[in-house]
């Protein structure tokens, strides 16, 4: 039986979350509900708690489609976030000893190294994780960046919807979803549906960006380097990303009004 009173509070807080680890901040139990509640409602109409989402928006005065919106936003915004994770990139567990993670550079080099007919972009961005993880002040820098920006979602991510070791070139983030409704049931938010093929456009324009700033270590050496400036100064990374999901939201809101 699913419960109207969980799904109204966690719908409140994923409209007011400022950013997207102070969803995940709670025991686990609330963490992963969360969690399945964002998935959930990126479903829209086909979404379990549509009637949730709708009471919801009439309480803060905005369409269903706002709300899903916002789920579709934070949902794309932690599937870039783990793109970018240099333990992803390299295909290993979060946080592995340095023996681990020198063994599988070396696996990765010797099977991606352009000179045994490799892929060039794949080594490049395993070459960028590497020369960052094996080095003992940048990898703390890293490793306390990644247990706040990615530590609190992927302790309730489904194993299946992130398997370690992904793809290293660059892809489109996917909104994991639950198995298919029937096949009479409506489709899913267009705007949803946009603001998921604008995603993919800019992923894959970092490639080009990446071979442009590739003497600073490409657009994820540049990014890494500002998060850990950033983390210099307590707080104030994650008050720039509230920020950034808030412009999302208001942008999104801002085109809607004028279509």
Same mark, same amino acid.
């Given at each position: ?16 979350? $400022? ?5 995940? +901040? $709670? ?5 992963? !509900?969360?969690? %399945? ?15 949730? +989402? ?6 803060? $005065? ?17 599937? %870039? ?7 992803? +990139? ?10 681990? +993670?020198? &063994? ?18 794949? !080594? ?65 938010? &267009? ?21 442009? !700033?590739?003497?600073? $270590? ?27 999901? &808030? ?13």
């Amino acid at each position: 039986m699913r419960n109207r009173r969980l799904a109204l509070e966690g719908l409140a807080k994923i409209l007011d979350a $400022g950013a997207i680890e102070e969803l995940f +901040i $709670g025991p686990d139990d609330e963490a992963a !509900f969360l969690y %399945e509640l964002l998935v959930d409602t990126a479903r829209a109409r086909r979404s379990y708690y549509y009637s949730e +989402i709708c009471r919801t928006a009439r309480r803060r $005065g905005v369409t269903p489609d706002y709300v899903v919106d916002r789920a579709v936003v934070l949902l794309g915004a932690m599937a %870039e976030r783990r793109r970018m994770d240099l333990y992803r +990139i390299l295909g290993i567990a979060p946080l592995s000893p340095g023996d681990v +993670i020198r &063994q599988r550079w070396l696996e990765v080099a010797r099977t991606t190294h352009p000179d045994v007919g490799g892929d060039g972009v794949r !080594f490049r961005q395993a070459k960028q994780a590497y020369e960052i993880l094996r080095d003992p002040v940048r990898r703390a820098d890293y490793e306390r960046f990644w247990l706040r920006a990615l530590g609190p979602f992927e302790r309730v991510v489904p194993a299946d919807a992130a398997p370690v070791g992904p793809p290293l070139e660059p892809a489109a983030p996917e909104v994991p979803e639950r198995p298919a409704p029937p096949a009479a049931a409506p489709p899913p938010s &267009q705007t949803a549906a946009t603001l998921l093929g604008d995603a993919a456009r800019l992923l894959q324009a970092r490639e080009a960006l990446d071979q442009r !700033f590739e003497h600073h $270590g490409g657009i994820g050496g540049l990014l890494f380097r500002l998060e850990t400036a950033l983390a210099a100064v307590d707080g104030l990374a994650v008050t720039l990303a509230s920020w950034r999901d &808030q412009l999302a939201a208001v942008a999104e809101l801002k085109r809607r009004l004028d279509a």
